[in-house]
């Protein structure tokens, strides 16, 4: 199920200068909102700080009930990132089985109730096996067409591939709120549009959906970001990098 998102003069104020001010956002629940801009206009910051990774300085902005930014750790537990550079960065030397795994026992210890973590272990197995078939399905990542499979090491995958294993990492968690950043990077025209069929996808299955882009794609709650002088915040990226040590383990 997913969660409504609201904003009204949301703004967020570093070192140097505005990252992002004024935003304002309506949003139903299961929509997919598309914050676009240019690279370095504070796209990323205000996706860290919608999904409680990043504190706001000014304005409010409401995640279903909860409040930012007096909410930021109920928010990130109902939240789940994709790809962030900087932040979520797949380990290219790990496989996506080891990756899918790793993943899973975070989910179990972590995000998993004291009764879950006391079934007997074959139950506990077969639990996560499903969580992670569905997170596959939801993501549209058959690992059977990978090179090596599940064995397959992330340095070998496409962008696009890529894109959906951290799609499914982040889904195995059913969050009700999904961050994904620079969708439309480095994709060709066709792999743009699976891109954001995949994000469409995954909105209308319950999941609301917030994604990074240059350009909106049509049928999205489009959030614009505005390009900033250069003695302004342009640390964009540095900032999302800084996100979690700010924030706590998200």
């Known amino acids: 199920m997913g969660t409504s998102v609201t904003a009204e003069g949301f703004g967020l104020k570093g070192p140097r200068g505005w990252a992002f001010r004024g935003v304002g956002i309506n949003a139903e629940a299961g ?38 930014p007096k909410q930021l750790a109920a928010v990130r537990r109902i939240s789940a990132l994709g790809p962030v550079s900087g932040v979520t960065d797949l380990d290219p030397a790990l496989t996506v089985g080891e990756h899918l795994h790793e993943r899973a026992l975070l989910q179990r210890r972590f995000g998993g109730s004291l009764r879950a973590l006391l079934r007997p272990r074959a139950e506990r197995v077969a639990a996560a096996k499903e969580r992670i078939d569905a997170a596959l399905r939801a993501a549209g990542l058959d690992t059977g067409d990978l090179p090596k499979g599940r064995r397959t090491a992330v340095r070998d995958l496409e962008r696009l591939e890529a894109l959906r294993l951290s799609v499914a990492l982040a889904l195995i968690g059913e969050p009700r709120l999904l961050g994904v950043d620079d969708v439309d990077l480095k994709l060709s025209d066709a792999e743009r549009a699976e891109a954001w069929a995949l994000l469409r996808s995954v909105a209308a299955s319950g999941t609301t959906v917030i994604a990074v882009c240059t350009d909106a794609p049509s049928g999205s709650v489009v959030v614009s970001t505005k390009s900033r002088n ?21």
């Open 31 to 68: 929509a997919l909102i598309a914050v676009e801009g240019p690279s370095g206009s504070g796209r990323t910051c205000l996706l860290l700080a919608l999904t409680g990774r990043m504190r706001a300085t000014e304005g409010h902005a409401s995640i279903g009930r909860l409040r930012l």
């Open 230 to 250: 250069d003695d302004s915040e342009n640390n964009d990226k540095k900032g999302a990098a800084n996100a979690l040590a700010e924030t706590g383990r998200a």
